[in-house]
């Protein structure tokens, strides 16, 4: 079997560490050919990785676009706000196109997409990784034998744990809505999808509630400097100091190596003082939530509550559906995850659902969602989700960010059919621009 020929667009965080091995391990399915990646140390280790020559490392997804279709498929694994015209490009010029998540910046460059995808014919997935995990296939196994009878309300919990929070939505590269996208699309767009495969209904109704109430500057403990590298009278005490989570030596991967290639202790204190993850939590030039309430109504009159929070002591994710015939309760940490069943009546049963440490992240997700995705670029099986599907769970996390900012319910129908008539003057835009 010859492998599927790659792109990677974008080798950092998840392009390097997360898919990029996915190829090492399985040459005969995988093999990347080029990449385009504007850090040279990053191109270069992706290079070294992929033994991908010279003239096929590029600096930029345009550079390389320029080339025409040189592979069977990209995996676009840039920025948020990068998603939408490097997708928009692939798919003009023939590629299958394996794209991150949130699939764009707004709910209707997100929907041109799918559109782009339909008028092109190319295979389109988006990374919801969380539907290969063996967890969730086993909770919606469980939700479809029908153990509880059809959900009739649902709480759902998306539990971030507090460094992670620190880390990516107050000092890194979420921070701020206005250069990626607002935290319930970049963090829940995963829940939202997995409460619309379950459900199996679209959502009728969303309202939503949220605020950034912790980390703010009236909340920096009296004397707390700028930088937390500076002298600190809470040095001590204070969980988020960055000499406890970044020069830890003993920490060698993530969230370490995302803010420096060079992981010496230099290296670490250099891109401190260097760019915004030596900041003060409480004095970072952050604007996102940290803690965000969803209410859903679905079609069928199923009622869902969800809560996002940033505030957690672990970072988990856990659920209760109720139906006629019973509860359900689950929990996954990415390693471990546990469903408990309590039918009524009938007493409790109780199923473990634990990663093998060899999986690959999000508790085999990553792995199985590049599995999955390459069986479906070689027509061995259909995509376990679609693009158009995927775009539902994005409707919802935009939907609920319009309804936390002007207080206001969204009626979905509605709001889809505005959307899906921008996203048809956005491609006819972008069409139009290109003859
Ligand atoms: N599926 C998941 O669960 C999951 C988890 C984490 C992150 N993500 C998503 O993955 C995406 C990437 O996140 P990350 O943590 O890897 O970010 P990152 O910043 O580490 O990687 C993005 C890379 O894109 C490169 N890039 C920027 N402009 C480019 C251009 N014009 N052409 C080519 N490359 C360019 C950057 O230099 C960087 O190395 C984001 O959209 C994020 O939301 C998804």
Known sequence: MKPVTAVMVGAGQRGL????????????????????????????????????????????????????????????????????????????????????????HTAEHSAALVLMAERTGRLLQV?????????????????????????????????????????????????????????????????????????????????????????????????????CLDPCPVRETCPYDVHKIYLNMKIKGWPVNAITNDLSYEGRLRALRESNYGKCVFHSDNDVVDHQVVNIEFESGVTVAMTMNGHGFEESRTMRYDGPEGTLRGKFDYRHGVIEIHPHFWGKSSIKVDVPPSESGHGGGDFGMVRGFLRSVRGLEPPLTSAMNSLESHFMAFAAEESRLTGRVVEMENYRSEIMRKAEEIVREWTGRRR
Request: glycine share 6%.
């Open 17 to 104: 560490y997360a898919y990029g091995p996915y190829a090492l391990e399985h040459p005969d399915e995988l093999k990347f050919v080029a990449v385009a990646e504007p850090d040279p140390e990053r191109r270069e280790k992706f290079a070294r990785m992929h033994n991908i020559p010279k003239e096929m490392q590029f600096e930029t997804w345009e550079e390389l676009m320029e080339k025409g279709r040189i592979a069977d498929v990209v995996f676009n694994m840039t920025m948020d706000r990068v998603h939408f015209a490097s997708t928009m490009r692939a798919l003009e010029i023939g590629y299958d196109v394996l794209l991150e998540k949130p699939m764009a």
């Open 127 to 227: 990374c919801h990784v969380l539907r290969y995990t063996t967890f969730f296939r086993k909770l919606k196994e469980l939700l479809d034998d029908g153990v509880i009878g059809e959900p009739i309300t649902v709480e759902h919990k998306e539990n971030l744990v507090w460094w992670h929070m620190a880390h990516s939505f107050v000092r890194g590269n979420w921070r701020k809505a206005g250069t990626s996208t607002p935290m319930i699309v970049a963090k829940c767009c995963h829940d939202f999808d997995i409460l619309y495969w379950n459900i199996g209904r679209k959502a009728v109704k969303i309202h939503s509630a949220g605020s950034l109430k912790h980390f703010r500057p009236e909340n920096a403990p009296e004397g707390a400097p700028e930088s």
